[in-house]
């Protein structure tokens, strides 16, 4: 069943905040085998003008996770968990997240297109401050094999 | 928060220094867990090839964060980077064996913006084949 267009700008509540720990970040950074000393050594971070460490840039998707789950598996828009991959993937960065950071995810469905029998949808994820600082939009765009209606 | 790169030291075309990335089964479970990305088809070889993988597949997020190594060693702050995005083209197999998957990462100056802002284009390839398509960062150099 191809996807619903009208779903295309459909808002979902804010994530509860995410509490960015020190040591979250360092073992991110290990796991993906990054030993940058800006995210692991405080006292490099700060030299470059950071209050604490600072996360690998593709962390964001680990605060991002669970609000953009509650869009992409809204019931209504019938995405079938066992047909998605991971298509494409984009952060746009006003800062890096520093350790310390409470940050709050508000996914938005930014598109709904068909290409090759497949359908791909696009979810927007503001990551903020609970103060309201913009910190990095991602977006993350699902592919959903095989459902997209044949012309 | 500066980029220990010059604007005016780079032109189109300026290579930043090429890296490989080994990724073994102990990496994908280390991802795993500290990202909270538990899909099965990252750790099973019995459900991955079951759903038609020819084995255990890195998660594209690992290639990603990989492949964006490049640009940051480079950078020297990895705060400058302004705009990561890329397309999962292919996956990374990750065979149970001592050699695992070798991720070849290169990168290249695509274009000079205004305001300090530099695009890098990068190439990712395992085992020959093209992993990650229209990769690409934009930097804002010192």
């Known amino acids: ?21 020190r040591e979250k970040i360092r073992e991110f950074a290990n796991s993906i085998g990054d030993r940058n000393p800006a995210f692991h050594d405080v006292e490099a971070a700060r030299a470059l003008g950071y209050s604490d460490v600072i996360a690998p840039p593709t962390f964001p998707v ?24 991971h298509g494409e993937q984009r952060f746009n960065y006003s800062r890096p997240v520093v350790a310390g950071d409470s940050l709050v995810c508000v996914p938005t469905i930014d598109g709904i297109r068909s290409a090759a029998g497949n359908d791909l949808i696009t979810v927007r994820g503001e990551i903020s401050t609970e103060a309201g600082e913009h910190v990095v939009t991602t977006y993350a765009t699902i592919v959903s094999r095989g459902t997209a209606e044949e012309n | 928060m500066a980029a220990s790169v010059r604007y005016d030291d780079v032109e189109v075309g300026t290579q930043l220094p090429s890296k490989s990335f080994p990724l073994q089964r102990v990496n994908l479970v280390m991802y795993a867990g500290a990202s909270g990305d538990f899909n099965i088809i990252h750790w099973n070889e019995r459900i991955a090839t079951a759903v038609g993988l020819p084995n255990v597949i890195a998660h594209g997020m690992l290639t990603m964060a990989s492949a964006g190594r490049v640009v940051t060693d480079w950078l020297g ?24 998957a070798v991720v070849e990462v290169s990168g290249v100056v695509g274009a000079k913006l205004d305001d300090g802002l530099v695009r890098i284009d990068l190439t990712a390839t395992s085992e020959g084949q093209t992993v990650l398509g ?9």
């Open chain 1, 62 to 85: 680990v605060i991002s996770m669970t609000a953009l789950a509650t869009a992409m598996f809204d019931p209504e828009l019938g995405l079938d968990y066992s047909r998605v991959v």
């Open chain 2, 134 to 142: 229209k990769a690409q960062a934009v930097v804002r150099l010192a």
């Open chain 1, 1 to 21: 069943m191809a996807l619903n267009p009208e779903f295309v700008g459909r808002t979902y509540a804010a994530s509860a905040p995410y509490l960015v720990g």
């Open chain 2, 77 to 100: 702050d990895p705060g400058a980077l302004v705009d990561y995005g890329v397309r999962m083209t292919r996956p990374v197999v990750v065979p149970d064996d001592d050699r695992g």
